[in-house]
T-cell receptor, first 113, second 113 residues
Framework: GENVEQHPSTLSVQEGDSAVIKCTYS??????FPWYKQELGKRPQLIID?????GEKKDQRIAVTLNKTAKHFSLHITETQPEDSAVYFC????????????FGTGTRLKVLA | NAGVTQTPKFRILKIGQSMTLQCAQD?????MYWYRQDPGMGLKLIYY???????DKGEVPNGYNVSRSTTEDFPLRLELAAPSQTSVYFC????????????FGQGTRLTVV
């Protein structure tokens, strides 16, 4: 079945450094790749997304890249700040039968002041 | 807009009891989803629905049932609760099946003892 692998599971960076989280998906029919941020005890919220017809997308300090051939996509956070500390989830939206989102296992990011 | 509303926020069940987790959205979204999130883990899809009267199984449907009699509501039923169902449950909705943001409810923390 569909699967999304996410690495690393935990990531610690110094404030101001960059953070990179990588995901790999299995279903070649996947066409939408959102990233969600989940702060402790709260609901996941969308921070950026990319569609399969685009290779890169930026929004201020965050960017996402997509390599459809390799079925990889990555989240890049530059100039990290303590408030970036959270769990980040990647997901793949796939139209296999009916449309659904398959999530990765999450990355706990800690930004050290 | 309230967005996606889940009730209750917390619940403790005894083994063998049943309960219904409520989910309602006021965005006129066709697609609705139920996920469970175990401690330190990602989001696993339990059931989803592409419209009123249509539901389908996700990755981990055993022990759960759903119904979708209206566009707004998507309740999740637990029959014969087991300790393995201790988790945080998130309901989500999206407007279409072509890669659009999924909006999450605030979650229901369920403990089965």
């Amino acid at each position: 079945g569909e699967n999304v692998e996410q690495h690393p599971s935990t990531l610690s960076v110094q404030e101001g450094d960059s953070a990179v989280i990588k995901c790999t998906y299995s279903d070649s029919a996947s066409n939408y790749f959102p990233w969600y941020k989940q702060e402790l005890g709260k609901r996941p919220q969308l921070i950026i997304d990319i569609r399969s017809n685009v290779g890169e997308k930026k929004d201020q300090r965050i960017a996402v890249t997509l390599n459809k051939t390799a079925k990889h996509f990555s989240l890049h956070i530059t100039e990290t700040q303590p408030e970036d500390s959270a769990v980040y989830f990647c997901a793949a939206g796939t139209h296999s039968g009916t449309y659904k989102y398959i999530f990765g296992t999450g990355t706990r990011l800690k930004v050290l002041a | 807009n309230a967005g996606v509303t889940q009730t209750p926020k917390f619940r403790i069940l005894k083994i063998g009891q049943s309960m219904t987790l409520q989910c309602a959205q006021d965005m006129n979204h066709n697609y609705m989803y139920w996920y469970r999130q175990d401690p330190g883990m990602g989001l696993k899809l339990i059931y989803y629905s592409v419209g009123a009267g249509i539901t389908d199984k996700g990755e981990v449907p055993n022990g759960y049932n759903v119904s979708r009699s209206t566009t707004e509501d998507f309740p999740l039923r637990l029959e014969l609760a087991a300790p393995s169902q201790t988790s945080v449950y998130f309901c989500a909705s999206s407007s279409s099946g072509q890669g659009t943001e999924a909006f999450f409810g605030q979650g229901t923390r369920l403990t089965v003892v």
